[in-house]
């Protein structure tokens, strides 16, 4: 599968963000200029791999000496899309909504949360952080006057789906789920789910295969 707007692998988009907070550290430290091959070591990719990605830049290194960090920073975001904030609304005011509302890291990234959606009336007119929360109802003639394409579901799994289709009436054509369910969708609904009983599953069975390799040289050590 690939970006529908340059065709650049998903793999690549994925490593992209690695790149930038590796890029920046480096920045904040004074370097000017880095290597395939650092980024490379630092990341545990191949130094194949990170030319490739970079290439899809469109920015060429130098050779024996590497890349301008400041260029490569601005042809990263640039390629991500994330010089131009792009706005979306967040459904549910609860404890992940909140989180993500408050979160600073997102507009560094090209996204900004301007409101938040809830159905608990306790909570429409307070804010989290800076974002207002409003009510459900008031969904539509926000997207609409707002022109928001983008949706953010923090909701509890039994209702994602209803979100999401109510989203979808209201103009919204990308909708990232943060909730624990699939989402059925016309096909031409962009939708990005963000899975966290997943990934805490990953990172369970890496500590569990560790903590056996660790058990297993600890064995052969004492041989």
């Given amino acids: 599968m690939e970006d529908l707007k340059r065709g650049i692998p998903i793999p690549t988009i994925k490593r992209f963000p690695s790149y930038l907070r590796l890029l920046r550290q480096y920045l904040e430290e004074g370097k000017e200029m880095v290597s395939a091959t650092t980024l490379a070591e630092e990341l545990g990719l191949k130094p ?42 967040l459904i549910g005011a609860g404890h992940l909504g909140s989180a993500l509302a408050r979160y600073e890291g997102f507009e560094s990234y090209g996204l900004k949360i301007v409101a938040a959606f809830d159905i608990d009336k306790d909570k429409c007119g307070t804010k989290l952080g800076e974002v207002p929360v409003f009510p459900l109802e008031s969904l539509k003639g926000y997207i609409k006057e707002n ?40 096909e031409n609904v962009v939708v990005q789910r963000t899975d966290l009983a997943t990934s805490f599953a990953v990172l369970s069975a890496k500590v569990k295969r560790k903590i056996a390799n660790d058990e297993l040289s600890g064995e052969v050590d004492e041989w």
């Fill in 147 to 186: 022109h928001v394409n983008i949706g953010v579901v923090a909701v509890p799994a039994i209702q994602a789906q209803g979100i999401a289709e109510l989203l979808v009436e209201c103009g919204i054509v990308a909708i990232w789920n943060f909730a624990p369910k699939d989402l059925k969708l016309p």
């Fill in 48 to 89: 194949i791999q990170v030319r490739k990605d970079i290439s899809c830049t469109g920015i060429e290194g130098k050779p024996k000496v590497g890349f301008i960090i400041s260029y490569l920073i601005e042809a990263i975001v640039h390629t991500l899309g994330w010089d131009n904030a792009t706005d979306a609304v």
